[in-house]
C-alpha cells in the first residue's frame, strides 16, 4: 500500500552519524547523569530516610533547622521581588531606551556570574565591616548588617541578580517596540502599555526567571557564609545548617535538611518544564 504523501515525515537527523553512534552519545550522556546527578540524589534521600520516617521528622522539627529554615524563606522572600523590579527595569531599560552606559549596564547586569560567590560576601564585608568606613557609623547608629538579616540579604541579591533580566533582555529585544508604540499611538500611557503589551508578552520568561532566581537565593551558600557569621538558629539558613550538621557528624539530620533543599530543586525543574510546555504549545498554537 503507498505511503500517505500528506502524512507528515520524521525530520531528517542534523548529523550523517550512524545510528550506532547516536545510541553510543545518548548513553554517554545518560550514564553521566546517572552517575554524578542520580546517584547522589538518591544517596540523599537514602540517608535522610535511613532510620525511618519518625527519625527524619525529627530532625526537620529540631529548633534550629526550623530556624533556619524561616530565614531561608525569608531571604528569597526579600530578595526575589528586589530582583524582579530591578529585572524588569533593567530589561526595560536595555531593549526600549537609547542611553549612554546602556553597555555598561549589560556588563553590571552579568558581574555576578564572573565573581565568587565568596568575594561577593567578602565585598560587603570590606563594606560594612567593624573596619570599614560605614561601619562605626553603622555601629553608632545601632544598625547591624553583618551577621544579621540585612547582610544576608544584601548578599543573596548580589547572587541572584542576573537571572531575571538575563531571561527578560533577549526576549524583549526579540520583539522590538512595534507593540508599544502602537499602544502609545492609541492614547495608553507608559504603565498602561507595560501592564497591558509588554508584561503580558514577557510572562513566561519572568516566571522562568523567577524560579532561578528562587533555587539560586535558597540554596546559596558561599556569599551568605561570609556574611553570616554561622550564627545557630540564627543566622544559618538551610545549606549553612547542613554543614554545621554534616561537620558535627549528625549525617541523618544533615541529610534531612538536603533533602527539602533537593526537593526545591526538582519542584524548580518540574516547574521550568512546565513552563516550556506551556510556551511551546502556545508557540505551536500561534504558527497553526
Known sequence: MPANPTAPQAPPPPTGEPPLVRAGLIAVAMAFLAAFLLMPLVSVFAEAFARGPAAFLAAIAEPDALAAIRLTLTVAAIAVPLNIVFGLAAAWAVTKF??????????????????????????????????????????GHGL????????????TVFVTLPFVARELIPLMEAQGTAEEEAALTLGAGGWATFRRVTLPNVRFALLYGVLLCN??????????????????????????HVEILYNEYNFLAAFAVATLLALL????????TALEWQRSQRRRAAGA
Open 98 to 139: 537609547e542611553f549612554r552606559g546602556k553597555a555598561l549596564l549589560v556588563t553590571l547586569i552579568d558581574l555576578p556570574f564572573s565573581v565568587s560567590p565568596v568575594i561577593s560576601g567578602l565585598i560587603y564585608v570590606l563594606l560594612f565591616g567593624a573596619g570599614s568606613a560605614l561601619g562605626p557609623w553603622l555601629q
Open 144 to 155: 547591624q548588617v553583618l551577621f544579621a538579616l540585612p547582610g544576608i540579604v544584601l548578599a
Open 215 to 240: 533555587a539560586r537565593a535558597m540554596g546559596e551558600f558561599g556569599a551568605v557564609s561570609v556574611v553570616s557569621g554561622h550564627i545557630r538558629g540564627v543566622t544559618n539558613t538551610m545549606p549553612l
Open 265 to 272: 530543586a526538582l519542584v524548580t525543574l518540574a516547574a521550568k
